[in-house]
């Protein structure tokens, strides 16, 4: 399916968020907030979009996707950017890779995200960041029910006009309905492992950019992800209490 979309992938969704994608990335720039000499996993990187900023500031980036279709585009436009193909449940990086761990709305197309929590937490280096930049639940009422109308009846009609697969933006939508809202991701990156989690809504709460920090001991970090993740560790509601929301 990402394979076939992606030749017209990025203009299509800048029609489909009406420009809004450039800003929700920036955003997300701005809260990895690497510098020169650091290394990011840009992961469910895809054509490499969400990577150029990075690439640009001189920073040794690795765009990471699992659709070779992608990755192909990424490349012809970006030699410059290291583009590898992985599995985002069994990354081909080693333990303590890199300063920061990045995904922008990938998450959700993941068979198994809390593996990938887990994945994240064991190659981003001990004391790095993640950020994670995904589709979430409107906080108002009356702008939850436009938004969901939107979704499910403009956004595939709106499709079929610009991309070269609709389908696949039907499955986008029904993707996005099903998430679990802003608290429910809060407590996945607890449950992996995560330490400091933090979220801020955009645009409302249709995208939510959640923050967190890898333990700074040097083995912390993964025996917390995986004891927690194998122990399916507690419910969502006694996770909530440590979870900051700094901005809507």
Not at 97 to 114: C, H, M, Q, Y
Not at 151 to 159: K, Y
Not at 239 to 247: H, M, Q, S, V
Request: glycine letters at 8%; one cysteine or more.
């Amino acid at each position: 399916m990402f394979d076939d979309v992606a030749p017209k992938y990025d203009v299509v969704n800048d029609v489909l968020s009406m420009g809004q994608t450039r800003r929700w990335r920036k955003v997300v720039v701005e809260a990895v907030g690497v510098s020169g000499g650091q290394r990011v996993l840009d992961l469910a990187a895809g054509t490499g979009t969400s990577s150029e900023p990075y690439a640009d500031a001189g920073i040794n980036v690795i765009a990471c996707d699992f659709s070779l279709g992608m990755l192909k585009v990424g490349k012809r436009r970006r030699p410059d950017i290291d583009f590898i193909a992985g599995d985002a449940t069994r990354l081909p990086f080693a333990d303590n890779t890199f300063d920061a761990s990045t995904i922008s709305f990938g998450l959700r197309n993941v068979n198994e995200p809390k593996k990938a929590l887990a994945e994240m937490l064991r190659v981003t280096k001990p004391g790095g960041r993640l950020v994670i930049a995904e589709f979430s639940q409107p906080v108002v009422p009356l702008w939850r029910t436009m938004y969901t109308e939107y979704l499910m009846r403009a956004l595939p009609a709106i499709a079929v006009k610009v991309s070269s697969n609709p389908d696949a933006y039907v499955y986008l939508a029904e993707s996005i309905r099903a998430w679990p809202d802003q608290d429910h991701l809060a407590a996945w990156l607890q449950e992996a492992g995560w330490e400091s989690v933090t979220y801020r809504n955009l645009s409302g709460g249709i995208v939510a950019v959640h923050r967190a920090q890898k333990p700074a001991g040097p083995e912390a970090g993964h025996a917390a992800g995986a004891t927690a993740l194998a122990a399916h560790a507690g419910p969502v509601a006694k996770l909530r209490r440590n979870i900051t929301r700094p901005g809507r």
